[in-house]
């Protein structure tokens, strides 16, 4: 029987360790993916929360194995090597969060500089947009002097038109008067 549970404590100390292995194997991924830090974030949050429960966890099961002491006294070596090497394990962890906080730190700054860089090209357009309802207003102001010499060059040729029509008919009068005075002569 104490066989039975030395394998068992064994198998929980191996999933416990292979628990840590996981979570220190997806600190490591988390590092070479810095690009996408900020997707990342909140898997980090979500894997320290999983890390704690599994901190937990690992409690609860510490404290069963406290429980169990007595009758497991040949074993009890075992289980305090293996604490050993889950502290370590989470000295590790904690210090690759230390790093990864660091990173999110250099990456707020950067995010800072970014702003200050966003908000410098926003005043450029808000320059240019300045520039660009200035030359609207130039346009406009243009567009009313184009209109008000096509209607003063209307209007002078709408004058120059009854001009031709006076002429013209005063032509056609005089016409008449030497058709007249031509007929009288001969």
């Known amino acids: 029987m104490s066989e039975e549970?030395?394998?068992?404590l064994f198998d929980r100390l191996g999933h416990i360790e292979n628990t840590l292995h996981l979570l220190v194997e997806s600190h490591k991924r988390l590092e070479a993916e810095q690009q996408?830090?900020?997707?990342?974030?909140?898997?980090?949050?979500?894997?320290?929360?999983?890390?704690?429960?599994?901190?937990?966890?690992?409690?609860?099961?510490?404290?069963?194995?406290?429980?169990?002491?007595?009758e497991f006294r040949r074993i009890q070596q075992a289980l305090l090597e293996g604490q050993k090497r889950l502290e370590e394990e989470q000295a590790h962890i904690k210090a690759g969060q230390k790093e990864l906080y660091d990173l999110m730190s250099a990456l707020l700054h950067r995010q800072d500089e970014t702003d200050a860089a966003l908000e410098a090209l926003a005043m450029d357009v808000h320059k240019l947009h300045g520039e660009v309802s200035s030359i609207h207003q130039r346009l406009d102001s243009l567009e009313k002097k184009v209109d008000a010499h096509v209607q003063s060059f209307t209007d002078e040729l709408n004058n120059a038109k009854l001009d031709i029509a006076f002429l013209s008919n005063k032509v056609i009068e005089h016409e008449r008067e030497i058709y007249k005075i031509k007929n009288i002569i001969l």
């Open 5 to 8: 549970i030395l394998l068992q």
């Open 36 to 70: 996408e830090m900020r997707k990342e974030q909140q898997e980090i949050r979500r894997e320290q929360q999983e890390i704690r429960k599994e901190q937990q966890e690992i409690r609860r099961e510490q404290q069963e194995m406290r429980k169990e002491q007595e």
